[in-house]
């Protein structure tokens, strides 16, 4: 054991022999090398001073380099390399250098583009047209561009806009020559059965004399196309040398709520004329209520029977607050809930509603159509319009006049937003202003987004009629006027354009063509309808076969 430990000191301490032979100069060296560095941070020397401030400041200067929190960093590295349990509080080193990162703009995604045509364009009476359009992803652009895709007209634009040349995808609010179905004068004197008794002045005086004299007990309306001063008229009373005015007859004993005269407006859309097509918005019908009692009656006291501005709201009339107020129907559901109480359907009075609309449409076609092709397309034009009728205590319907740009705002009546928004939003949607897809405008899509919305297998129909003779062979016979083979290019367009009005109607109900379920009411007129709109009676009836949906 002591020989081991004795070894082991021999091994470890150097002999005599073995120190001599190290450099004499080694530790010393050693020992000045530390000397000379220890003098070298002498404070106590000028040169240490001196060395000692060079230092701090190089070593605060290269801090104030260093990126944000890299010295602490790099500390907090060292210690957690050290004792990696000991959490490290983060030191901020001051003062720091701000970065400026370079920032690239972000692209303006492209949107469709709309103006707005007519007096006072960005007041608070289009509010909720333009609501509707920026939810849709349409974005209003100055009225001095030429790249828009929609043109929103609240007044008739086509006197005093240039659009005989607008581009496919390009879109107005209004048909060349609407004004022969909204002119109050125009259709209050159209022969038809829903629409009272009427004469224009001062060219059908006689008329109208002979008309009164034959009839003593009825009473009579002066009108004219702005709607404003009409009151019941004795003959002694009416100014028969005043233009642009009517005598018009007064409908005696209407149908009363609570008491209340009513009239209902019921917003309508054309998509197409030749063919026509049109739209009704059944989500809900505008009631207005006269604010004061019918009986006893008082033609000096225009609020019994007038409706005006400050009419009186479906929320307001007490035997309606149960099913509108407290149950949250809509202004049509409640009134048809109230007629029911009375033990009255009131569906004879929407069959009549549709059919006096279609058929003020009808009579009124053949001058549009005469209009259209002034235009380089008929398509690119709809039209949006509300009409206004009454209805007497037998439940037969009235047509008193249809407004080009009804009134959309609820800066009056509030609660009435939703359903100017909801009227907006169904008919942009049925005409193609809005759109699942993303879009940069209304222009036509890629084939195949195209094909994904609609394609040929959609439109076509009669499958065995169209494959067997002799419509395999001719296209003569008027029953294979629907056979792909006999189909023209404006033909398919027509097709493709009433088979996407029927994917996207939501809301709306077709009135014309008129559907299967409907059609009786319609019987006596459907020999009147022009060719083209036989035609696409008979593409809808085709698709009502295969196609419940197209039934109603």
């Known amino acids: 054991m002591e020989k081991r430990k004795s070894d082991r000191k021999k091994r470890e301490s150097p002999t005599e022999s073995e120190k001599s032979e190290q450099p004499k100069d080694s530790v010393e060296q050693v020992v000045q090398q530390v000397e000379e560095l220890n003098c070298f941070f002498d404070l106590r020397t000028k040169r240490g ?3 000692f401030f060079t230092v701090t400041i190089l070593a605060a200067t290269l801090t104030q380099c260093l990126p944000k929190d890299a010295l602490a960093n790099i500390l907090q ?7 990696r349990n000991v959490a490290q509080p983060n030191v901020e080193c001051k003062p720091e250098v701000k970065i400026v990162e370079k920032v690239t703009p972000s692209v303006a995604e492209n949107r469709p583009k709309y103006w707005i045509y007519g007096r006072n364009p960005n007041g608070d009476h289009l509010i909720h047209v333009k609501n509707v359009l920026q939810r849709l992803g349409i974005e209003q652009v100055d009225n001095d561009t030429a790249d828009w895709d929609l043109l929103w007209a609240h007044d008739y634009p086509f006197r005093k ?3 005989y040349h607008l581009k496919p995808h390009q879109l107005v609010n209004h048909f060349p ?5 909204t002119n109050k004068v125009d259709l209050s004197t159209t022969e038809m059965k829903y629409i009272p008794k009427a ?3 001062p060219n059908e005086e006689e008329k109208f004399r002979k008309y009164a004299e034959e009839n003593p007990n009825k009473r009579f309306v002066q009108k004219n196309n702005q709607h404003r001063h009409i009151q019941i008229r004795k003959l002694e009373e009416i100014d028969f040398g005043s233009n642009d005015t009517f005598i018009q007859e007064f409908i005696d004993h209407p ?5 209340y005269k009513f009239d209902i407006g019921v917003y309508t859309v054309i998509t197409s004329i030749d063919p026509l097509r049109v739209y009704i918005y059944k989500g809900d019908i505008l009631f207005r209520y006269c604010p004061v009692k019918y009986y006893p009656f008082d033609s000096n006291n225009l609020d019994k029977y007038i409706v005006g501005d400050d009419y009186l709201p479906t929320w307001e009339v007490p035997a309606l607050k149960p099913y509108y107020t407290k149950q949250g129907f809509g202004m049509k559901e409640s009134f048809d809930a109230y007629v029911r109480s009375t033990g009255r359907d009131p569906t004879i009075i929407w069959e009549q509603v549709e059919d006096a609309i279609r058929l003020a449409i009808l009579k009124k076609e053949s001058l549009l159509v005469g209009i259209l092709p002034r235009y380089a397309s008929k398509r690119n034009f709809f039209e949006m319009m509300r009409f206004d009728l009454v209805v007497d205590d037998k439940l037969r319907v009235f047509l008193m006049e249809a407004n080009m740009s009804p009134n959309l705002s609820s800066s009056h009546f509030k609660p009435n937003r939703l359903l100017y928004e909801q009227v907006i939003y ?3 949607r049925m005409v193609g202003v809005g759109s699942d897809l993303r879009r940069d405008s209304f222009r036509k899509r890629s084939t195949d987004a195209e094909a994904m919305i609609s394609s040929l297998k959609n439109i076509v129909v009669e499958a065995n009629r169209c494959a067997d003779g002799p419509c395999s062979e001719s296209c003569a016979p008027k029953e294979c006027a629907l056979c792909i083979s006999c189909l023209s290019g404006g033909d398919l367009r027509e097709l493709y354009a009433a088979y996407r009005e029927h994917l996207n109607r939501g809301d709306m109900k077709r009135i014309f063509p008129v559907p299967k379920a409907d059609r009786q009411i319609f019987e006596e007129h459907a020999a009147d309808l022009s060719t083209k709109n036989r035609w696409m009676s008979h593409w809808f009836d085709a698709k009502c076969e295969v196609d419940t949906s197209y039934c109603y």
């Open 199 to 201: 004469f224009k002045l």
């Open 77 to 83: 590295t060292k210690e957690q390399s050290g004792n």
């Open 426 to 428: 169904n008919f942009l």
């Open 177 to 181: 020559g609407s004004g022969y179905i």
């Open 49 to 51: 001073q001196i060395l």
């Open 255 to 259: 149908l009363l709520v609570d008491g």
């Open 161 to 163: 806009v240039n659009l």
